[in-house]
């Protein structure tokens, strides 16, 4: 694996990095999961920030600023909805991950940490993500100079000791 990217267990919300990634949902007005701990820890003028982006489309990434959280921005993207994969779902959580990372460097994100998209109450099979998420990020640092760390956060040890069998296994 490449040696920005790195895995570990914890809160999203309490990260010091330049940008956290939320698993938001179409109407990027809040939600449960990492969507409410994001909201909840940022505060109510984040839900302000995200009104006039009117939503964002599965697949696709937005940006606000972090308000109260320690990170400078949130970038809100939609994962796919897991659907026995017939809706193109690995291709739409790819581009999740993608369309994040390019919503990041345009505004001069070095650090930026991610959540498992799609795997809470999208119900994506979390082994098949953890692959995708890694191989996207792989990808892009490649062709891309000015990241210089990408943190991969498990939601507890089970998680954790999941995420880093796959990596181990790439
Ligand atoms: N820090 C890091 N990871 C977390 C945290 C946290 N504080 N809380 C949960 N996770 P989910 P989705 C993990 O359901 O599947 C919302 O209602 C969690 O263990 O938050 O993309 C939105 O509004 C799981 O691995 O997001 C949408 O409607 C991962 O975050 C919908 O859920 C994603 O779980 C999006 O579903």
């Not at 993207?77 to 994040?100: D, F, H």
């Not at 505004?107 to 999208?122: D, H, M, R």
């Amino acid at each position: 694996m490449n040696p920005k990217i790195k895995i570990i267990e914890g809160d999203i919300t309490a990260l010091e990095v330049d940008a956290i990634v939320n698993a938001a949902n179409p109407s990027l007005m809040g939600g449960g999961g990492v969507d409410w701990a994001i909201h909840n820890a940022a505060g109510p003028e984040l839900k302000e920030a995200c009104r006039p982006l009117r939503g964002c489309h599965t697949g696709d990434a937005k940006i606000t600023a972090g308000f109260q959280l320690k990170a400078k921005y949130v970038i809100h993207t939609v994962g796919p909805v897991w659907n026995n994969g017939t809706q193109a779902e690995e291709v739409l959580l790819a581009s999740a991950y993608r369309r994040s990372l390019e919503v990041a460097v345009e505004k001069g994100v070095q650090s930026i940490a991610f959540p498992s998209i799609s795997t809470g109450a999208y119900r994506f099979p979390f082994d098949l993500a953890t692959r995708i998420a890694l191989n996207t990020m792989e990808t892009f640092l490649k062709e891309n100079e000015s990241i210089s760390q990408i943190i991969f956060v498990a939601f507890g040890q089970k998680d954790y000791e999941q995420m880093q069998r796959v990596a181990r296994n790439l």
